[in-house]
């Protein structure tokens, strides 16, 4: 199993940015795949998550309204939408492969790092 999340940078506050998790070795449709964040200085944090099927999405509460995550299973990736960038959105993404759905990782990628600052 492999994760490999892309799209981070350096942004200004306001600005839109898309992050990218691309997936091999295992069925991509079969797993709820969410994304869990680090902040400087702060514990893991889950974001958001979404269903195999694409059917049912999940965020945790202040992100809603401003991150989109959708998927596509014929190229195996999902993909997290960020607009209206916060300085309080620097953080190290992680996509990660939940194997219950209840938030049991099996497999995590390496990260991307975004960092809003103006």
């Known amino acids: 199993v492999q994760l490999v999340e892309s799209g981070g940078g350096l942004v200004q506050p306001g600005g839109s940015l898309r992050l990218s998790c691309a997936a091999s070795?295992?069925?991509?449709?079969?797993?709820?795949m969410s994304w869990v964040r680090q902040a400087p200085g702060k514990g893991l944090e889950w974001v958001s998550d979404m269903a195999g099927d694409g059917g049912r999405t999940n965020y945790v509460d202040f992100v809603k309204g401003r991150f989109t995550i959708s998927r596509d299973n014929d190229k195996s990736t999902r993909y997290m939408q960020i607009d209206s960038r916060r300085t309080e959105d620097t953080a190290l993404c992680y996509c990660a492969r939940d194997v219950t759905g209840w938030g049991e990782y099996a497999d995590w990628g390496q990260g991307t790092q975004v960092t809003v600052s103006s």
């Open positions: 070795g295992f069925t991509f449709s079969s797993y709820y």
